[in-house]
T-cell receptor, first 114, second 112 residues
């Protein structure tokens, strides 16, 4: 069974703390993505990566950075967490190919910043 | 105008009802049309996808695309309480690694 695993399901952090969200996929997918999901706003793309050590900004990259040192792992970093980053964070992966870009999502990491 | 618009809901129906979920879009380059289902406290999972216009059926679910009207629908027949979830439409072009554009999702509740 293919999987995208997000290591932390629930986190509570304080304003100003550095936060790492880890995502690992076992499907040998080239593409990996980080989204945040908020009520009324839907899914918003933060960053994505089409290859190891490669990253591209999505629609809302401000306040975030990413790291992809290995093909299977894509990390989202909040350098200095703020309360407006309280959200559900979803990692996803997909195969690099033409045609339908079918994403497989992880279960999500719910982050609360106090 | 947003690229993808989806009725915000929520939607509540009795068990056994036929449910129609809809999205409209503005980008005529979209060729792949997907429906994801998301249960509470879980990530979205792909329900089905279609390419270009037409219908696709999978059990109680039918996806329909009308490119001339830029309108897509997901029909659920004989709805069950287990269908209670958030449904998100998503669409993309045909290029390699074409980015997905999602609707905001609609929450469906099927009452026993």
């Amino acid at each position: 069974d293919v999987k995208v695993t997000q290591s932390s399901r629930y986190l509570v952090k304080r304003t100003g703390e550095k936060v790492f969200l880890e995502c690992v996929q076992d499907m040998d997918h080239e593409n990996m993505f980080w989204y945040r999901q908020d009520p009324g706003l839907g899914l918003r793309l933060i960053y994505f990566s089409y290859d190891v050590k490669m990253k591209e900004k999505g629609d809302i990259p401000e306040g975030y950075s990413v790291s992809r040192e290995k093909k299977e792992r894509f990390s989202l970093i909040l350098e200095s967490a703020s309360t407006n980053q309280t959200s559900m964070y979803l990692c996803a992966s997909s195969l690099a190919r033409a045609g339908a870009n079918v994403l497989t999502f992880g279960a999500g990491s719910r982050l609360t910043v106090l | 105008q947003k690229e993808v618009e989806q009725d915000p809901g929520p939607l509540s129906v009795p068990e056994g009802a036929i449910v129609s979920l809809n999205c409209t879009y503005s980008n005529s380059a979209f060729q792949y049309f997907m429906w994801y289902r998301q249960y509470s406290r879980k990530g979205p999972e792909l329900l089905m996808y279609t390419y270009s216009s037409g219908n696709k059926e999978d059990g109680r679910f039918t996806a329909q695309v009308d490119k001339s009207s830029k309108y897509i629908s997901l029909f659920i027949r004989d709805s069950q309480p287990s269908d209670s979830a958030t449904y998100l439409c998503a669409m993309s072009g045909t290029g390699a690694n074409s980015k997905l554009t999602f609707g905001k999702g609609i929450t469906l509740s099927v009452r026993p």
